[in-house]
């Protein structure tokens, strides 16, 4: 079965961090672009980030822009996202999706760009 992996959410204070990981099931991340996207309850799901399969190129939504970074280990096959100084408006249930194609200005925050998707990972900022 072909998927993607999320693990690393959990329960956070404002300010605090974490870092999220995606792995794949059944195919070779490494071919693939990834993104990063999070759903918060009552909204549509929203483009975070997105790292090519070089990690040359990198995209960040405005409002995590100095807050997270993106980054990818291909020894381990695996897309991190770092959060740091986390918000309370940052609670959302967090995705990675990969792409055959490469991410660009334009469209790395397209949803219908990404083939496969992950169950998601839970991230609650509160105090």
């Known amino acids: 079965q072909v998927q993607l992996v999320e693990s690393g959410g959990g329960l956070v204070q404002p300010g605090g961090s974490l870092r999220l990981s995606c792995t794949a099931a059944?195919?070779?991340?490494?071919?693939?672009?990834v993104g990063w996207f999070r759903q918060a309850p009552g909204k549509g799901r929203e483009g975070i980030s997105s790292?090519?399969?070089?990690?040359?190129?990198?995209y960040y939504a405005d409002f995590v822009k100095g807050r997270f970074t993106v980054s990818r280990d291909i020894a381990k096959s695996t897309v991190y996202l770092q959060m740091n100084n986390l918000e309370p408006e940052d609670t959302a249930l967090y995705y990675c999706?990969?792409?055959?194609?490469?991410?660009?200005?334009?469209?790395?925050?397209?949803?219908?760009?990404?083939?496969?998707w992950g169950q998601g990972t839970q991230v609650t900022v509160s105090s």
């Open positions: 999706g990969a792409r055959t194609t490469l991410p660009g200005m334009s469209d790395w925050w397209d949803e219908g760009k990404y083939d496969y």
């Open positions: 059944g195919f070779e991340l490494d071919a693939y672009a």
């Open positions: 790292i090519s399969k070089s990690a040359g190129r990198k």
